[in-house]
């Protein structure tokens, strides 16, 4: 997996005034970020993430902290958010996930995570990076607009969204539109 650079840990003071940590996530994390995603509500909305059933649950996880690029947010040493790009597969195009527990959305967690990701996205070398959303999650879709994620295809339940990060024809020059 790619070597990433970055000022660790990176603190974030939300709006409700709490001193949030985040940073890349380590296999001592496993039974908090497990944690968080045992009393994450509501699961399996977002393509059936979290799975609800804990085995698919537990098997789910353990595949994306071996798989992808893992950040976590933490308060008071509890787990309460996670996001994950998969740069596991050296196509350049990762797939992005992010999750914030309930108490802590709306804060500005969510659109500093995803800032955060996008550049660790242009340091990995990727061109784009992709998502799939509900178009009912009008929450989510306002905080990827806002790192410039676009909509891809046609409009359905379920819709795919893209980050272009760097033109595929140039590697050197940097996209910050
Ligand atoms: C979606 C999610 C990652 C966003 O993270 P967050 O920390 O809650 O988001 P932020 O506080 O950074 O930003 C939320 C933005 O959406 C806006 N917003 C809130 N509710 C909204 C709604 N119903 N419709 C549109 N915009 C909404 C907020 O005003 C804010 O925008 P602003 O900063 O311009 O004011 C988080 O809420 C979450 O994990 N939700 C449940 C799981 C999920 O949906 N994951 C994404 C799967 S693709």
């Given at each position: 997996m790619t070597e990433i650079t970055f000022s660790w840990p990176v603190e974030y003071k939300d709006k409700k005034n709490r001193n949030i940590i985040i940073r890349p996530y380590t296999d001592d994390d496993f039974p908090l970020l497990k944690e968080m995603y045992d009393t994450f509500?509501?699961?399996?909305?977002e393509a059936g993430?979290?799975?609800?059933?804990p085995h698919t649950r537990d098997k789910w996880l353990a595949s994306i902290v071996s798989d992808f690029y893992n950040i976590v947010a933490s308060y008071k040493g509890r787990i309460i958010g996670h996001a994950g790009l998969?740069?596991?597969?050296?196509?350049?195009c990762p797939e992005y996930l992010i999750f914030i527990k309930q108490g802590f959305r709306d804060c500005g967690i969510g659109t500093f995570i995803t800032k955060i990701m996008k550049e660790l996205a242009y340091q990995s070398g990727c061109q784009k990076v992709w998502l799939t959303v509900r178009s009912a999650n009008t929450r989510a879709i306002r905080v990827f607009e806002k790192a410039q994620f676009r909509f891809k295809g046609g409009i359905d339940i379920q819709r795919e969204m893209e980050l272009l990060i760097r033109p595929s024809s140039s590697r050197s020059k940097r996209n910050d539109s």
């Open positions: 509500e509501p699961k399996g909305i993430i979290p799975p609800i059933e998969d740069l596991s597969n050296p196509n350049l």
